[in-house]
């Protein structure tokens, strides 16, 4: 036999109860149906009733609607040869509803019995409406045989062994195949209406079908079953095909509002399963509930599901006092259990100096007071520290039977949430291991959620969160492998390229659900703001989103200025932009080191040699184990091209223009003319290679008059053309001579040093063709044979590949 619950949304309007007829006529042999109100009944019920205890005449209208929706539905749904007598029925109870309104109204009186007989019309009706609309169904008022009685400060409980008995009586003992009755409704000892709570048709349901012993209970509800997290927050959570009892009580206890969380007992003690199915989309698989899943792999993740609550608040009770004293908790629980408080979570540590304990919100004063109250002695003494309460924070649960199979994962779980800026204030584990809860601060929750499920697998990808500064050469051609190659990540590497923020010097657009790369520009035009660069910061920031990667593709010294803060609030950066790591060395340090601190990274390969694989490299020697003693590079791409083009008829003045269109010059040629960016480089890879080195210990014989780079960018290669014919006779001499030009970077023995130089056809430098740089690292291992890094060192193509490649090195995949 089975047991079905339709919930109020399954029962609500006449599509969905057309629905539900045809699910339940489908099932063959005997079947129990249990439904709730038509969805919103019940609030309007109540809303109902407060007009008309305020004596407030729209209380009338309320009331119509109430009248109209069930009308409407019998006339959808009920068959002809038994409208009128459901109408007749109907109208009978709406009528006795309306005096009651009316007497709420006269009296001034809306006692909590009163409220309860009114609630009650909900399923008393909607069940009547459902059990003539289904064939061959008969009616059961569950008020005769779900029984309550009073419990712990004065609530209505469940009276199981007097129920079990009614339902013998009142049910089983008569004939029928389909039984259908209201969910929710009670009755007490005195034979007056009360009710399991709200949520409790699920719970009538899980009675009836524990004492019936049915093969199943269904529960109808409008969504595909549990989700692995609130698919509101996490667009990429998915319905869990199987849990544990245990499994399932920990998140419907703790956020997921699939089912209602007493249901889980009754069936529970008697091993029958449940189903949960969506009335709206049946041929959906659901989730199973069981004992144990038949088919749980070893395989299966550790985390079956995450859930939260917004609202929590903790109140701590801290004293040197209470160390090894007995009976402090004790105390602490009997006199919130006193007053009604409920408290969710608990965290004391060994050392047994202070008690945790976390509470709603709307509880937090009571229980302040209460505990000041219990140790007011204590306090007033100064044995015990005042009872902080800290509020608006938030509780997160990571639940799954597996994971007291799984090593490392509490480690795994922090350090995730850590890695992402992520404090974790409070944590409770329990030795059953089935549930980590942790409680944070609640502008957390949302990235909280995400990181976790991202990094437990329990998406079906992983996402890296990408705002993108810079949209010129290199941030343009970065975007645009970006948006060829996305679906290739996600689909082959489970990885998903989200971004989430696109600037320029002027406009920017952020998105926390991901922007369209390839729409960029009119994204920009028209959907951007203005921007400065602390404005881009707070952008940053105030999204707080998870696995965020902050891509710098200017040249800009105040984009630069906000890596420090980026990283300190646990954002990755990938730079193209040199100026952090080549300017000031405390800063270069401090970014690093905060970096290494955060657990986040900050990359910035591409500034050397652009796409080769240089900085990478040096990092792997060092960390090996070797020594970089010397290097000689030809690093600068714009240079190299220039001296690589001059001809008779390329005069240098040409070359540099040439250069620039190529996308090889820095924004500001000079910066490459001067020697400024070789300089840069130079740093850098000394930097890395493990000195401590600046621009200012950089010997400089450079080529362009110093007086020539003054004034503004735009009249630079006018003034360069006075060089042209100097460049000529040198490019000629050499010629002569079988020798090319390189500008050559070098650090030996400490010394730094930049200057032109003429190479002949035996150097190593000597075949170097357009914009390819060459480094030549001589260390300890590679002494006699340096180490030769070759290849394309400038252009947006490789930059932006480079750049890429930093941003995907993050998320750490094959
Ligand atoms: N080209 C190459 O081969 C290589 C370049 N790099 C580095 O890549 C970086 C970019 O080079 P490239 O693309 O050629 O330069 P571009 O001049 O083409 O682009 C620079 C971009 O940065 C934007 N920008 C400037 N200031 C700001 C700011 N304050 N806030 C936000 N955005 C800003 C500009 O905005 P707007 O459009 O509004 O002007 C522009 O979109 C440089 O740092 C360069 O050193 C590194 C290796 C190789
Ligand atoms: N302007 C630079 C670009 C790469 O860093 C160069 O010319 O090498």
């Given at each position: 036999?089975?047991?079905?619950?339709?919930?109020?949304?399954?029962?609500?309007?006449v599509?969905?109860?057309?629905?539900?007829?045809r699910?339940?006529?489908?099932?063959?042999?005997?079947?129990v149906?249990?439904?709730?109100?038509?969805?919103?009944?019940?609030?309007?019920l109540?809303?109902?009733?407060?007009?008309?205890?305020a004596?407030d005449?729209?209380?009338?209208?309320?009331?119509?609607?109430?009248?109209?929706?069930?009308?409407?539905?019998?006339?959808?749904?009920?068959?002809?040869s038994?409208?009128?007598?459901?109408?007749?029925?109907?109208?009978?109870?709406?009528d006795?509803?309306?005096?009651?309104?009316?007497?709420?109204?006269?009296?001034?009186?809306?006692?909590?019995?009163?409220?309860?007989?009114i609630?009650?019309?909900?399923?008393?009706?909607?069940?009547?409406?459902?059990?003539?609309?289904?064939?061959?169904?008969?009616?059961?008022?569950?008020?005769?045989?779900?029984?309550?009685k009073?419990?712990p400060?004065?609530?209505?409980?469940?009276?199981?062994?007097?129920?079990?008995?009614?339902?013998?009586?009142?049910?089983?003992?008569?004939?029928?195949d389909t039984?259908?009755?209201?969910?929710?409704?009670?009755?007490?000892?005195?034979?007056?209406?009360?009710?399991?709570?709200r949520?409790?048709?699920?719970y009538?349901?899980?009675?009836?079908a524990?004492?019936?012993?049915?093969?199943?209970?269904?529960?109808?509800?409008?969504?595909?079953?549990?989700?692995?997290?609130?698919?509101?927050?996490?667009?990429?959570?998915?319905?869990?095909?199987?849990l544990?009892?245990t499994?399932?009580?920990?998140?419907?206890?703790?956020?997921?509002?699939?089912?209602?969380?007493?249901?889980?007992?009754?069936?529970?003690?008697?091993?029958?399963?449940?189903?949960?199915?969506?009335?709206?989309?049946?041929?959906?698989?659901g989730?199973?509930?069981?004992?144990e899943?038949?088919?749980?792999?070893?395989?299966?993740?550790?985390?079956?599901?995450?859930?939260?609550?917004?609202?929590?608040?903790?109140?701590t009770?801290?004293?040197?006092?209470?160390?090894?004293?007995?009976?402090v908790?004790?105390?602490?629980?009997?006199?919130?259990?006193?007053?009604?408080?409920?408290?969710f979570?608990?965290?004391?540590?060994?050392?047994?100096?202070?008690?945790?304990?976390?509470?709603?919100?709307?509880?937090?004063?009571?229980?302040?007071?209460?505990?000041?109250?219990?140790?007011?002695?204590?306090?007033?003494?100064?044995?015990?520290?005042?009872?902080?309460?800290?509020?608006?924070?938030?509780?997160?649960?990571?639940?799954?039977?597996?994971?007291?199979?799984?090593?490392?994962?509490?480690?795994?779980?922090?350090?995730t949430?850590?890695?992402?800026?992520?404090?974790?204030?409070?944590?409770?584990?329990g030795?059953?291991?089935?549930?980590?809860?942790?409680?944070?601060?609640?502008?957390?929750l949302?990235?909280?959620?995400?990181?976790?499920?991202?990094?437990?697998?329990?998406?079906?990808?992983?996402?890296?969160?990408?705002?993108?500064?810079?949209v010129?050469?290199?941030?343009?051609?970065?975007?645009?492998q970006?948006?060829?190659?996305?679906?290739?990540?996600?689909?082959?590497?489970?990885?998903r390229?989200?971004?989430?923020?696109?600037?320029?010097?002027?406009?920017?657009?952020?998105?926390?659900?991901?922007?369209d790369?390839?729409?960029?520009?009119?994204?920009?035009?028209?959907?951007?703001?203005?921007?400065?660069?602390?404005?881009?910061?707070?952008?940053?920031?105030?999204?707080?989103?998870?696995?965020?990667?902050?891509?710098?593709?200017?040249?800009?010294a105040?984009?630069?200025?906000?890596?420090?803060?980026?990283?300190?609030?646990?954002?990755?950066?990938?730079?193209?932009?040199?100026?952090?790591?080549?300017?000031?060395?405390?800063?270069?340090?401090?970014?690093?080191?905060?970096?290494?601190?955060?657990?986040?990274?900050?990359?910035?390969?591409?500034?050397?040699?652009?796409?080769?694989?240089?900085?990478?490299?040096?990092?792997?020697?060092?960390?090996?184990?070797?020594?970089?003693?010397?290097?000689e590079?030809?690093?600068?791409?714009?240079?190299?091209?220039?001296?690589?083009?001059?001809?008779?008829?390329?005069?240098?003045?040409?070359?540099?223009?040439?250069?620039?269109?190529?996308g090889?010059?820095?924004?500001?040629?000079?910066?490459?003319?001067?020697?400024?960016?070789?300089?840069?480089?130079?740093?850098?890879l000394?930097?890395?290679?493990?000195?401590?080195?600046?621009?200012?210990?950089?010997?400089?014989?450079?080529?362009?008059?110093?007086?020539?780079?003054a004034?503004?960018?735009?009249?630079?290669?006018?003034?360069?053309?006075s060089?042209d014919?100097?460049?000529?006779?040198?490019?000629?001499?050499?010629?002569?001579?079988h020798?090319?030009?390189?500008?050559?970077?070098?650090?030996?023995?400490?010394?730094?040093s930049?200057?032109l130089?003429?190479?002949?056809?035996d150097?190593?430098?000597y075949?170097?063709?357009?914009?390819?740089?060459?480094?030549?690292?001589?260390?300890?291992?590679?002494?006699?044979?340096?180490?030769?890094?070759?290849?394309?060192?400038?252009?947006?193509?490789?930059?932006?590949?480079?750049?890429?490649?930093?941003i995907?090195?993050?998320?750490?995949i094959?």
């Amino acid at each position: 036999m089975k047991v079905l619950k339709f919930g109020g949304t399954s029962v609500g309007t006449v599509n969905s109860l057309t629905n539900v007829k045809r699910i339940v006529e489908e099932i063959p042999g005997r079947k129990v149906v249990v439904v709730s109100a038509l969805g919103g009944i019940t609030d309007l019920l109540i809303a109902t009733a407060r007009l008309a205890v305020a004596d407030d005449i729209a209380y009338l209208d309320s009331y119509a609607r109430i009248v109209e929706r069930h009308i409407a539905v019998i006339d959808g749904v009920v068959p002809e040869s038994r409208r009128d007598a459901t109408l007749a029925m109907v109208k009978m109870m709406l009528d006795e509803l309306g005096n009651i309104f009316k007497g709420v109204m006269l009296l001034h009186d809306l006692s909590p019995r009163a409220l309860d007989i009114i609630v009650s019309y909900g399923e008393r009706l909607s069940s009547v409406i459902v059990s003539n609309a289904i064939k061959g169904a008969t009616h059961f008022d569950s008020r005769t045989f779900i029984r309550t009685k009073e419990g712990p400060h004065g609530a209505n409980v469940l009276d199981s062994e007097l129920t079990n008995r009614l339902i013998e009586e009142k049910v089983c003992a008569y004939e029928w195949d389909t039984a259908v009755m209201g969910g929710f409704l009670a009755t007490d000892a005195k034979g007056e209406v009360t009710n399991l709570g709200r949520g409790g048709s699920d719970y009538t349901a899980a009675i009836m079908a524990a004492a019936l012993d049915a093969d199943i209970l269904e529960i109808w509800t409008d969504v595909d079953g549990f989700m692995t997290a609130d698919p509101r927050v996490i667009d990429t959570a998915y319905v869990i095909d199987e849990l544990t009892y245990t499994e399932a009580m920990e998140l419907c206890n703790f956020g997921a509002k699939v089912i209602y969380p007493p249901t889980i007992y009754p069936v529970y003690h008697k091993n029958i399963p449940i189903l949960v199915k969506n009335t709206f989309n049946p041929s959906a698989p659901g989730t199973r509930i069981s004992n144990e899943p038949p088919h749980r792999k070893p395989s299966d993740k550790a985390i079956k599901g995450i859930s939260s609550i917004n609202d929590t608040c903790l109140v701590t009770i801290t004293s040197l006092c209470m160390v090894g004293v007995i009976g402090v908790n004790s105390r602490i629980f009997n006199a919130l259990t006193a007053k009604g408080v409920s408290v969710f979570l608990v965290s004391q540590a060994a050392s047994e100096n202070n008690t945790t304990i976390a509470v709603r919100n709307a509880d937090a004063d009571l229980a302040v007071r209460t505990l000041r109250e219990e140790f007011a002695t204590e306090l007033a003494t100064g044995m015990f520290n005042d009872v902080v309460a800290e509020r608006d924070l938030a509780t997160v649960a990571v639940v799954g039977e597996n994971m007291k199979h799984t090593t490392g994962l509490a480690g795994k779980l922090f350090n995730t949430v850590g890695r992402n800026g992520i404090n974790v204030i409070a944590c409770a584990q329990g030795a059953s291991e089935t549930n980590i809860s942790f409680v944070i601060e609640r502008k957390s929750l949302r990235k909280a959620l995400n990181v976790i499920h991202d990094s437990f697998f329990l998406s079906e990808c992983q996402v890296l969160n990408l705002f993108l500064i810079g949209v010129g050469n290199v941030g343009r051609s970065l975007m645009q492998q970006i948006s060829k190659q996305q679906e290739k990540l996600l689909r082959e590497k489970n990885l998903r390229i989200n971004v989430v923020g696109i600037a320029s010097s002027k406009r920017g657009v952020f998105n926390r659900d991901g922007l369209d790369v390839a729409d960029w520009r009119r994204l920009l035009d028209e959907e951007g703001i203005d921007v400065t660069p602390d404005i881009i910061r707070r952008e940053v920031l105030n999204m707080n989103i998870f696995n965020s990667v902050f891509v710098d593709c200017t040249a800009s010294a105040d984009v630069a200025a906000l890596y420090k803060d980026l990283l300190s609030h646990n954002v990755n950066v990938v730079a193209a932009n040199k100026i952090a790591a080549s300017g000031d060395y405390d800063v270069y340090k401090e970014l690093k080191e905060t970096a290494r601190r955060k657990d986040v990274k900050y990359l910035f390969e591409t500034n050397v040699g652009a796409g080769l694989p240089i900085i990478n490299t040096i990092n792997s020697l060092i960390n090996s184990g070797d020594k970089i003693l010397k290097i000689e590079a030809v690093v600068s791409g714009t240079l190299n091209y220039i001296f690589n083009v001059l001809a008779a008829d390329v005069p240098l003045s040409r070359a540099v223009v040439m250069a620039k269109e190529a996308g090889y010059t820095e924004p500001d040629p000079r910066i490459d003319l001067s020697g400024k960016d070789v300089i840069r480089k130079l740093v850098i890879l000394a930097r890395e290679a493990g000195y401590e080195v600046s621009q200012e210990d950089v010997e400089k014989n450079l080529f362009i008059p110093e007086e020539m780079l003054a004034g503004e960018a735009d009249e630079f290669i006018s003034k360069v053309a006075s060089l042209d014919e100097e460049f000529e006779k040198m490019r000629g001499d050499a010629e002569a001579a079988h020798r090319h030009f390189r500008f050559v970077a070098s650090f030996d023995n400490g010394h730094l040093s930049v200057g032109l130089r003429s190479v002949d056809s035996d150097h190593p430098f000597y075949n170097l063709a357009g914009s390819n740089n060459v480094i030549l690292l001589t260390t300890d291992r590679y002494m006699e044979y340096p180490m030769v890094i070759k290849g394309y060192g400038a252009g947006a193509e490789v930059t932006a590949a480079g750049v890429f490649a930093d941003i995907i090195s993050i998320a750490n995949i094959r």
